[in-house]
């Protein structure tokens, strides 16, 4: 069932509920005053009888009887019965509609007025004393108008519930289908995006209700989708351009290898070669590796306590031991040991300070890079200065992003993705990456890190 239908339905009956309530309410009050105004007319029928039958003018039964029958406003159906206090009846009007018990009689007697109900025969008895006797007074008729009149009520009622139940319905239907109309463009146009489309955005209200932030959050998951598809495709792209550099370059020599009948020392050049190459391309391939993983969710990436200066003393031996003719001179500020530590990964982490230490060992052209790491409010600020060629300004900007590499560094070895994979592992971090050059002061890398 749709939505527009369950609301219309549910408003219905509410509506419909209401209504009925409303109706029995009113039907059930109209009978009481029907009721009550009956039974003083059946009590005013009982008093008159008794006093033009007993009272000080007191006429004859035969007289009142021809009254009674002649009277215009007589009650359908009327019937008089007059007991003494033996229990007989003194005057009947001459029909035979009721029947008394001596028990009602008694009770009459006790109360001094009684009224029920015997189908639709209404009764009310009524104690009458005069100088002679304790007379009971029995005045019964059926209000045949006031039931017509609440049967027409009923009527009217049941009619007026019908119709409103119906008009509530299409109206119910019609502002049903208009508050969820801009649901329809949504789903409209949400029917038209698709891969090759991601470019399409939903229509924002100018309200800011409910279904205009909806549209403006599915905008927004609409730009990230957008994003990492892009980012995937230039990815592809780009590492099938990287794999595939290296890869022709192996094949090539293996054919001229194979071609040509070189001499022992000309192969064993030829396999350095090679083998150099495929170095590269497994470097190349760990470095696309890895960028994929720190590219996952945050969520799986484990967080501990880490020791930041101790960290950065092993990146330095594990630089070292890579490049013997680094120069790395790491300088830690003044401060409590447990100041240094971070919440992150340890693994991720070595990778960033790595990637960042060995970038500036080969941008220096005395291949020196400097680690200076200090305490600035609740955050670490690492800095990594080498005084290697300055990169341009308007390639600030896109250094960091996969596969761009500064017009600096086109003569040294790198395939452009350290950079943004160390710049993701310090998002996954919370913390900061920023970049400074010019010619006077060099390059310097500065990365800022939550305190643990």
Avoid: C
Wanted: proline share 2%; hydrophobic share 45%.
């Amino acid at each position: 069932m749709t939505i527009r239908n369950r609301l219309t339905f549910l408003f219905t009956a509410i509506v419909s509920g209401l209504l009925i309530l409303f109706g029995l309410v009113l039907y059930i009050v109209a009978e009481r005053l029907r009721e009550s105004e009956y039974r003083q007319r059946l009590r005013a029928e009982a008093t008159t009888s008794a006093e033009l039958l007993f009272g000080r003018q007191a006429i004859t039964p035969q007289l009142y009887r021809l009254l009674d029958k002649n009277q215009m406003t007589v009650l359908t159906q009327e019937e008089i019965i007059i007991y003494n206090y033996r229990n007989q009846i003194v005057y009947e009007s001459g029909t035979d509609y009721l029947t008394v018990s001596k028990e009602q009689l008694d009770q009459i007697r006790l109360e001094g007025e009684v009224y029920w109900r015997v189908g639709d025969r209404e009764i009310v008895g009524v104690l009458f004393t005069n100088h002679a006797d304790r007379l009971v007074i029995l005045a019964s008729a059926v209000d045949k108008y006031g039931f017509s009149k609440q049967w027409d009520l009923a009527m009217l009622l049941v009619s007026g519930w019908f119709l409103a139940t119906i008009i509530v319905f299409l109206a119910g239907r019609f502002f049903a289908g208009r508050a969820l109309k801009p649901i329809r463009r949504v789903i409209a146009s949400v029917d038209t995006i698709t891969a090759s489309q991601l470019s399409t955005r939903l229509t924002e209200g100018p309200d800011n209700d409910e279904l205009s932030q909806l549209a403006q959050r599915f905008n927004q998951m609409l730009d990230r989708l957008e994003d990492a598809f892009r980012l995937q495709r230039t990815f592809v792209s780009n590492a099938s351009h990287e794999l595939r550099t290296p890869l022709t370059a192996i094949t090539g020599q293996l054919e001229v290898a194979l071609m040509a009948g070189d001499t022992e020392a000309d192969l064993r050049i030829m396999v350095q070669s090679v083998l150099n190459d495929v170095r590269d391309l497994n470097r190349l391939t760990n470095g696309l590796l890895s960028l994929a993983n720190v590219s996952l969710d945050e969520s799986v990436v484990a967080m501990v306590p880490v020791a930041l200066d101790e960290l950065v003393w092993q990146t330095r031996s594990d630089l070292l031991r890579v490049r013997s003719d680094a120069v790395v001179v790491v300088e830690i500020g003044t401060t409590l040991p447990t100041s240094w530590r971070v919440n992150g990964n340890e693994a991720l982490l070595r990778t960033a300070l790595f990637n960042l230490s060995e970038n500036g060992v080969k941008f220096s052209p005395n291949h020196r890079v400097s680690i200076k790491l200090m305490v600035e409010a609740d955050s670490i600020v690492l800095t990594f200065h080498n005084q290697g060629t300055a990169i341009p300004p308007a390639e600030l900007a896109d250094i960091f992003k996969p596969f761009r590499r500064g017009s600096n560094g086109q003569h040294i070895a790198g395939h452009g993705i350290g950079l943004s994979l160390t710049q993701r592992i310090i998002q996954l971090h919370y913390g900061r990456l920023s970049v400074q050059s010019d010619d006077t002061q060099g390059t310097i890398f500065t990365l800022s890190l939550p305190q643990s």
